[in-house]
């Protein structure tokens, strides 16, 4: 039987989110909150091996108390237990702090998993560094972005596309992945499932002094980096005219944005001399 | 001794020609911050057979490259580059590491940046250096709506994953010089916990309209059906998908399921050619997740047209034409 735990992130519903300016970090609990698109698939991902080879799915999650409703629905797909990592304390978590407090709940509260599924990115702060990250934390492999995964013996077997190139891996368990959006497509959430995994007894959640943590390794004091500036791009375009006969545009448009554009459509534009 | 000088390093990512490209245009960026903290750009290049990218790397602004070259490093692999990266980290000490946001990147840049307990933002638009000398490093979020800035205060190195494109690569030089470290392989390095069965170079794959990176999109503007044909053309040499306003599809120039707007499909790629388009709400409504938009219009005032990056003022049919032309011409496989 196959050990899964599922970790996902309950992400704003709204993208025009308040900020706190003071610590530069977002005020997440004043927005709707739902479960990140690309965890939906990692969870479907975790579903489907179960159904396909038995398992046991724990869904994971770290952010507010409100998080907690992404974990009942997990339970409404499928999922069969669930923890909730949460404190004040770790508010403002970068991915290094977020996947240090991850990986101590994991030993904790689920050390004997074989395989960790995470969302490829989220749709929030899209750094895709959690997964890969919590994978170092627990010194164990991790592939990013995965299309299609067989369980082989002691090994999963992976398809994936990194870089224009299709691969098959083969990596050791336990291990992480990270799930590409695409593939995996989430199953429908019933009414009737919400409504059970809803009266279902409270969740356990588990806060720093839980996991040994002191305040300086959670959160905003744990944590690397510092945001120093939010601000809207709006309106940044340029709005570049060209005129002129086609071929002198289409000239123009290419030496002039060989490099935007080929990196874009991942081709050079150089023109050949 | 060069050794304690302070450094940027650029990670040699060179498997295909459009990661190299990346690792040229941080290379560039790399020099014009090297030169506001007075620090000297170097670059690792990792692999078997690799004096090309070495050369290369020297011809485009590395003042030293560090090199460790050996039939075991021919593939990719996150587990063997992270330790190696990690040895050589310690040992030298750069201030801040630049590292193109490819898949590879994204995969193997977190783990190094977790293994040496500093921090590190991903897919950056933007990289200065403040007035305390720290790496700004400007990151989208909320799917580019929103931009932070964020500095990595006491860690170091200072690690940054840039977006492909952001960034013009200098011209080479091949009358630079730089030095050349030859680093050898440890002989303990970790097992490598990932196996690679196989790996083909991908050519294309189906993709749908909604999550295509590259789009071009045509309205009635075209002109005619046949015209309109040149935009299926222009979209498989540009490897996107084509999508069309509501009248062309009602004209039957192309199929409902092309079909982008406000109530119909919304996309969001990287690069948006838009020709013939006017820009009615209903269709500008779909695309306004769109990155990069070059618009073709006769009509210099057309919605569309004001709210390009590019707006080219001519007709649509006839630069589409001419852009396939110059785009085969162009791009090499």
New interface residues.
Partial sequence: MLKMIVCMKQVPMVSDLPWDPVTGTLTRDAAEGMMNPACKHALEAALMLKELCGGHITAMTMGPPMAEEILREAIALGADRCLMVSDPKMAGADTLATSFTLARAIEIFCPDFDLILCGCHTSDSETAQVGPQLAEELDIPSIAAVEDLDLRGDALRIKRVSDNFLETLEMDLPGLVTVATGFFNPRYTSMAGLHDAFREPGILTVGARDLGLGEDAVGLQGSATRIVDIFSPVAKKENIVLKGAPKKIVEELLDRFDDTIGSLIRKDLKAVK | MAQNMRSIWVFGDY?????N??TL?LLSRATDLAKKIGAEVCATVFGHEVDEWVGEYIAHGAARVYVCDNPGLKFYS??IY?ALMERIVRQYGPEIILVGA???G??FT??L???L???????CVGLDIDDAGLL?QT?????????????????RPQIATVR??V???IPHNYQATGEIVNVPLPGDLPRD??????????VS?EQ?LG?A??VVCGGRGMGSKTRFKNLFELARV???EVGATRPVVYAKWADEDALVGQADRHISP??LFSFGVSGAIQHTAGIKNA????AVNKN?NAAM???????????AG??C???IR??K????T
């Fill in positions: 498997r295909n020609y459009f990661q490209r990346v245009q996150t587990d992270v490819t898949s590879f994204r995969e977190p783990r940046a977790k293994r307990k500093t921090g590190l933002t991903a897919d700004v990151a989208p979020a909320f799917g580019g709506n929103l931009l932070t800035k964020i500095v990595t205060p006491e860690k492909p494109g960034f013009q690569e916990r990932v196996r690679l069965i196989s790996s083909e170079r991908q794959r749908k999550e990176p590259v540009l490897g996107g990287k690069v990155g990069f938009i070059i210099p047209m004001k709210m390009a990056d590019v707006a080219i003022v001519a007709d006839q630069v034409t001419t852009l110059e785009l011409k162009r791009i090499r």
